[in-house]
């Protein structure tokens, strides 16, 4: 009677454990981190990380990008590189712009009215802020999964058939499905019910579908945009183990509040903050282990040590 | 649990203290069902009489002669309300001609192209439209559109004609499909238009592909709305499409609705009491009859095709 509220730790945030540790190789035990053994965070320090911070032949060049809403700015002269093949992780607290620079990447932010862009991005060396480029055609390159999990009132099927029709997709389209279901780790749990409803799944594994959905128009950059904010862990873990996969074949930045998961999948994260000015500028960008292990800007440090945001 | 008071000494007593509080909420939640009940009532009540006159009438005329009887003509004794079935109908399936194509258009337009200011400008003005009298409408029909359709291309057409009645009807029923399904076009979560965006869909796929069907409940709810009401219709089709009760599918003629009719007998033509007068009560259960059976339609047709986005 007393207790109404129950207490849960947050289970995303792992065990209150300073950042840091997550690459002091082999320090994180079982004994630091007693959850689930398939729920120990996994360490990007495991793979490895021979590039040098010179991206070459980035897949997606931010130059000096000013986004305002109205009279108010919100990106304030971001540059940043994207490589190829990579994870990409933007964090930063709240109102950081994180999520407006996202959202440029594939000219989604135009949908907003009263939005002005300054600056330009290019992929693959095309510059995608120029007269004659249709945000459309953007988008096909460069899809996108949101921070909730928004399936269609569809079914399985059409969900993720669904941009390949619009797209004019002239090949198989149930190989297509099949295909694009099992890269997102869906195929196993829903091909006995590909005429059911998208919405009928569960939060996990509705954002699978959205990445199958996504992956269905064959992307070159995914964007995800806090895309387990939403989730339970073990949904987490999922999509965090997919993007791994992912990373294999397309360009992934991932834009997040949980500073442990730009630890855990990301091989590059950016760090983004808005003063007292209000606008999001980048503060720091490099390799993740090298910017959770040894920040070079101060900022940097107070953020990842949780001493604000 | 156990049922005895176990009072800690020195405590105050904690719980039941609020039960004036108690009281309140029950005279709250009586008064709510009281006004709710009223609505309960009335229906019951218009029901119940529609249905005693109704019958007492179908005891002298057989329903099946009612039914399937081609003229009307109470004053000599034919009872066939086909004249003025199809007379509504007509006017109805015509008037939804207008009333569904501009009103679904408009509210796309509304909900997905507008800007904020266009909106707040062209809104107001469709809700004046729904907010105008009837009897303007027919006026405006009778003096305005069946003179413009004389001059202009259909020089035949009547004074009185069912024409002019559909297209006003159309008009006055345009708001009632523009604003509700703006108002479910926009319900639809922005989410979902994203999602669409998303994987490189254009503005009308968005719309054609995700919101409209999303939207179709409410969509299809107005057109039926604007149908029942366009059966409802009364005075601008009384004043605009006249009173002569023609088995005819030819809008350029006048015909008689069922509505029309019941305001010409309780204009006094028909003696009270009278099996003339009594025709009002059947015609109106047969009006309710097509109105209850349109709504079962509808409810049939929503869950069949909606698109539940929740």
């Not at chain 1, 135009?110 to 249709?134: A, H, K, M, N, T």
């Not at chain 1, 910017?291 to 990842?304: A, G, M, V």
């Not at chain 2, 869909?201 to 054609?208: D, L, P, R």
């Not at chain 2, 509505?259 to 259960?285: C, D, K, L, N, S």
């Amino acid at each position: 009677m007393t207790q109404l509220q129950q207490t849960y730790p947050d289970p995303l945030s792992v065990n209150e454990v300073p950042i840091q540790q997550h690459f002091n190789k082999g320090e994180v035990t079982e004994s630091s981190t007693p959850r689930e053994p398939n729920l120990r965070p996994r360490m990007k320090s495991d793979r490895p990380s021979k590039e040098t911070d010179e991206i070459k032949d980035p897949a997606v060049r931010i130059q000096d990008l000013s986004v305002w809403y109205g009279s108010k700015q919100a990106v304030g002269n971001v540059s940043l590189d994207i490589a190829r093949n990579q994870i990409t992780a933007l964090i930063g607290p709240s109102g950081c712009g994180k999520s407006t620079l996202l959202r440029c990447i594939n000219r989604m932010n135009e949908l907003i009215s009263g939005v002005r862009i300054e600056g330009q991005i290019e992929i693959d060396g095309e510059p995608l802020y120029i007269d004659g480029v249709d945000p459309v055609e953007v988008r096909r390159v460069i899809g996108m999964v949101f921070q909730r999990p928004n399936p269609f009132a569809k079914s399985i099927y059409d969900n993720v058939a669904f941009g390949a029709r619009i797209n004019g997709y002239q090949g198989d389209m149930d190989e297509l499905v099949r295909q694009s279901l099992e890269q997102a780790a869906l195929w196993d749990e829903v091909k006995d019910d590909l005429k059911g409803s998208g919405l009928a799944l569960s939060g996990g594994q509705q954002q699978r579908l959205c990445i199958a959905r996504a992956i269905a128009v064959q992307p070159e950059v995914i964007l995800m945009d806090e895309p387990c904010s939403a989730l339970d862990p073990i949904a987490t873990q999922r999509i965090e183990d997919l993007m791994q996969e992912l990373a294999t074949s397309y360009t992934i930045v991932i834009v997040t509040h949980n500073m442990q998961q730009a630890a855990r999948v990301s091989n590059r994260t950016a760090f983004m903050l808005a003063q007292e000015d209000l606008v999001g500028r980048l503060v720091e960008y490099g390799q993740t282990e090298q910017l959770f292990t040894s920040p070079s800007n101060k900022r940097t440090e107070d953020y990842i040590t949780g001493r604000f945001g | 649990m156990s049922t005895t008071a176990v009072v800690n000494p020195g405590r105050p007593q904690r719980f039941g203290h609020r039960r004036s509080q108690q009281f309140t909420e029950r005279v709250i939640a009586a008064v709510l069902f009281g006004c709710a009940a009223v609505t309960v009532l009335t229906t019951v009540g218009i029901v119940v009489i529609l249905f005693s006159e109704g019958l007492s009438f179908f005891r002298e005329i057989h329903p099946v002669d009612f039914l399937t009887g081609t003229r009307w003509t109470p004053a000599s004794g034919n009872f066939g309300v086909l004249p003025l079935i199809l007379g509504t109908l007509m006017i109805a399936v015509g008037a939804s001609f207008i009333s569904i194509p501009v009103g679904t258009l408009s509210a796309i337009f509304l909900a997905e192209y507008a800007s904020p200011k266009v909106r707040s400008i062209i809104k107001p003005i469709l809700e004046v439209l729904a907010g105008i009298p009837t009897i303007v409408y027919g006026f405006f029909a009778l003096t305005f559109i069946t003179p413009l359709l004389r001059d202009s291309w259909l020089p035949d057409v009547g004074i009185f004609n069912a024409l002019s009645a559909m297209i006003v009807v159309g008009i006055m029923t345009v708001p009632m499909v523009s604003s509700i399904s703006d108002d479910s076009l926009r319900a639809v979560p922005e989410s979902l238009r994203e999602a669409a965006y998303g994987v490189g869909a254009t503005k009308f796929e968005v719309i054609t592909r995700v919101t409209f069907p999303s939207a179709l409940s409410g969509i299809v709810a107005s057109y039926i709305l604007a149908i029942s009401r366009a059966v409802g219709e009364t005075m601008a089709v009384t004043v605009a499409a006249g009173a002569t009760p023609h088995l005819t599918l030819n809008p350029l003629e006048s015909v008689q609705t069922m509505t029309a009719y019941i305001v010409q007998v309780t204009q006094g033509e028909a003696p009270h009491g009278t099996i003339e007068f009594r025709t009002i009560f059947a015609i109106a259960m047969t009006l309710f009859a097509m109105t209850m059976i349109m709504n079962l339609l509808s409810a049939r047709i929503v869950s069949k095709f909606r698109e539940r986005y929740e």
